[in-house]
């Protein structure tokens, strides 16, 4: 079993390394090779008899690899990579593999007009197998290194060592003629034909003394040596902020050279997934029982916000109890609203929703844009989309990833209901009418505050056909109530704004009106607007004269303008416009 990691470790990360190392036990590296993928390069496999017995060019399109040659360069090329560029064998960091029966070499490096000369090529190899041969002498001085480098028992097979290194010395200029003539970029990467049980204990005598992000700052504790992890951690000189100044022991936290290893393995296997989101089911073998970016269905789960670089990184982890995707939900079209294909007119679908990733694709299209989703995690200067939406993105993304990532909903209605109406507002403005008008139904559907999911397409139709019914009669009535009223401005003020002629794309017009706060400044811009573009209404258009008079003369009870009504009005089925031809200045 894991010991806990000491001194402020992460539990939930040693609860699921844990639960990562019995599958490891059990299934070994193959838990990482089996989706390990090779760097572009040319992998060529070496005979023990000196025949080159087969080569690989990995690029960027490979259609038709063999898969049995794919996996035996995968297997060997994992075991051989350096950890990272600040703990090579070769001291000059020419040669990037890590023991002696594998040889890495930027292309750059050996062939072409700025590679190595002959001289200098064999130099490095001499002392690359020297340091291979006596390990020892690159631990000398690093005291604690090498306490852990003499943890190692198996010896070195010098004939296999002196084998491969005599065939680089002889043969390497062969090698580079070869190469010119071949089309590959990156790496070259030679191996020799040797059973993966010698590269794997040779790859363990690299990793054993360099796993720790830095050994000076090891200790022992009851005759066992703990340190700092390489992973997810990148402490040194240049961040002390990551130590915790006031404990005994200032690293963030520390771990056993007994489980280090399974560290490593661990990272290794988040490396072989893509940047996004992870879910690992509580009963995950590592290999069945993982989902990428969504997961359907229900259950506990372990929660990982991977972000891929040079190494990968956990920006967030968390273990999900009775997570749960399945959330039937309906949008009814409660405005009655419209949109235009093949120059017809046709009536909003109603939306029908399974699952919750279902409905953050709605939201992340709808309202941001498709800039949500990829931007749950990034810095403000890398999202590139309209500011407005921007500026509500950065506000609300947090409590939009806790609900549709981890189904949290704490926090999702407040935040939606104070920044839904503005997310609509700016898609009215961008010229977006369907999506501010899918948008404004998906609102009322999240938000009750009218009157219950329910009774708000009720009392939306219930108020239009109270209009209707007086805009017919020959005798005029009145508004009876501020919802009439703001509908009503809603239908009026988008009749207006189609009359104009332009074809405004980002919807301008509309702008004055939804940044009315008060009645008083409402029917300003509405005589205004009407001043503007009463040559393009018909005068004896009855109907309209009897709306906007309507509006005149009506008073609401509260001065303060009821956007989300005006909106319904403003994006439903224009009652204006029935019987007439439909604008064809909209979108």
């Known amino acids: 079993m894991l010991t806990p990691i000491l001194l402020g470790g992460d539990f939930l990360i040693t609860e699921l390394m844990e639960m990562f190392k019995k599958q490891y036990d059990i299934k070994g590296d193959a838990l990482i090779i089996d989706r390990y993928e090779l760097k572009p390069g040319i992998y060529i496999k070496i005979n023990i008899d000196k025949t080159i017995d087969s080569s690989l060019i990995i690029n960027k399109k490979n259609d038709d690899i063999n898969h049995q040659q794919y996996n035996w360069f995968a297997s060997r090329d994992y075991l051989s990579n350096l950890i990272d560029m600040n703990k090579p064998i070769d001291g000059k960091k020419k040669i990037h593999s890590n023991n002696y029966m594998s040889f890495f070499m930027k292309k750059e490096v050996l062939v072409g007009e700025k590679s190595l000369s002959e001289d200098a090529l064999l130099d490095r190899i001499e002392e690359y197998y020297n340091i291979l041969s006596n390990p020892e002498l690159k631990y000398n001085s690093k005291k604690k ?41 990156n790496y070259v990467k030679l191996f020799f034909d040797v059973p993966y049980e010698e590269y794997e204990k040779e790859s363990n005598r690299y990793l054993i003394p360099n796993l720790y992000n830095n050994n000076n700052y090891n200790i022992k504790i009851n005759g066992n040596v703990y340190g700092l992890t390489n992973n997810n951690m990148g402490l040194n000189a240049k961040k002390p902020y990551l130590e915790h100044k006031t404990k005994y022991n200032s690293m963030p936290y520390l771990v056993d050279s007994k489980e280090i290893l399974v560290h ?63 959330l039937y939900m309906e949008v009814p079209n409660y405005i009655d609203a419209q949109y235009k294909k093949d120059n017809q007119w046709l009536d909003m679908e109603r939306e029908t929703f399974q699952y919750l990733y279902e409905i953050e694709k709605f939201v992340d299209y709808i309202f941001f844009n498709q800039a949500l989703i990829r931007h749950y995690k990034s810095d403000s200067k890398d999202i590139k989309t309209d500011q407005d939406i921007k500026n509500i993105l950065l506000l609300t993304r947090d409590a939009f990833y806790e609900y549709f990532k981890k189904g949290k909903t704490q926090h999702f209605k407040s935040v939606f209901k104070k920044h839904g109406i503005e997310l609509v507002k700016r898609q009215l403005t961008l010229g977006n009418i369907y999506q501010a008008s899918k948008g404004l139904n998906f609102y009322f559907a999240i938000n009750n505050e009218k009157g219950g999911i329910e009774k708000m397409g009720g009392i939306y139709k219930q108020t239009i056909e109270n209009i209707k019914e007086k805009l017919l009669l020959d005798d005029y009535l009145d508004c009876e109530s501020d919802e009439e009223y703001y509908v009503l401005a809603g239908q009026v003020v988008r009749y207006l704004t189609s009359q104009s002629q332009s074809r405004q794309k980002d919807h301008s017009t509309v702008d004055p009106f939804l940044n009315c706060k008060k009645d008083k400044r409402l029917k300003n811009e509405i005589n205004t607007t009407f001043a503007k573009y009463s040559h393009a209404i018909v005068s004896n258009y009855v109907r309209f004269n009897q709306g906007l008079s309507m509006i005149e003369a009506y008073q609401p009870q509260n001065e303060n303008v009821d956007t989300q009504l005006f909106l319904a009005g403003f994006l439903g089925k224009n009652i204006f416009f029935e019987g007439k031809e439909s604008v064809d200045n909209e979108k």
């Open 145 to 185: 290194s090498l306490e852990l480098y003499n943890e190692i028992d198996v010896p070195i097979n010098e004939e296999l060592l002196r084998f491969c290194k005599d065939y680089l010395v002889n043969y390497i200029k062969d090698i580079k003629e070869q190469l010119e003539k071949e089309q590959f970029t």
């Open 264 to 326: 490593k393995k661990f990272f290794d296997w988040i490396s072989t997934r893509k940047s996004g989101f992870l879910y690992i089911d509580a009963d995950s073998d590592f290999v069945e029982g993982i989902e990428e970016n969504i997961k359907v269905g229900q259950g506990n789960c372990y929660f990982l916000y991977i972000k891929q670089g040079k190494e990968p990184e956990l920006r967030d982890y968390e273990y999900l109890t009775g997570y749960n995707n399945d």
